[in-house]
């Protein structure tokens, strides 16, 4: 084998073996990917948060009722077509009430991650605010001990907040005052980037015409 083969084979072995390392891996650890809860109602009924690395739409408005013993639930902007798993880590979030009601009691609200099948929202991973979480304008949590999150094929992923009081309150989701945030080493939700993709396709290429002209190479010297 010529040297100049030997490279090309090293080459696109390497591109290979680069798409088959775990996305976190290859991640910067400030490759967080956040969602922005907005009143924009899908066509599968619930309201929609939009995907930061996108320009997010403006709401219609500044904020959406969140009555006692009801809950908002939001799904991503896309669907995971082929599934996704977001692996272990720290969730970060924040839910911004305008207004803060005499004689609430923040513990009373929840928040649930999970996925949206259509029709069902099934939660992965709860969250109840504790007292010292409150601000005056707002309630920020976090997730750090979360385990790995699957979200099934076709599912959306979802965010669900949860009134478990008697007092009707508002949610703020104009801005930044409402949020999710992944752990540090996931961005791609909900698949894997299409450099990677491309990258597979040409290592497979690359590696199938290389095998055919070394096993072409000597039928043609018999001739």
Known sequence: MSAIKKVVVIVLTALLLLTLVPQGILASSANYQTWYPRDTVSDLGPNIMYDGKNPVPVPSTDSMPLPGGISILW???????????FSEGHWEG?????DKPKNFDITEVTVQLGFYSGAIFTSLQSYAFRSADE?????????PDTASLSIPSGAYFALRVINGSDI????????DHTWIRTPPDHSN??????????????GIAGLVTFIFIRRKKPSL???
């Open 75 to 85: 799904i991503s902007d896309a669907v995971a077509e082929s599934g996704y798993t």
């Open 94 to 98: 924040k839910i911004t009430f305008p």
């Open 221 to 223: 010297s018999a001739e």
């Open 135 to 143: 601000t005056p304008w707002g309630a920020a949590f976090s997730l």
């Open 189 to 202: 939700y909900p698949v894997p980037e299409l450099a990677a993709l491309a990258l597979f396709g040409l």
């Open 168 to 175: 009707d309150l508002t949610v703020n989701i104009g801005g």
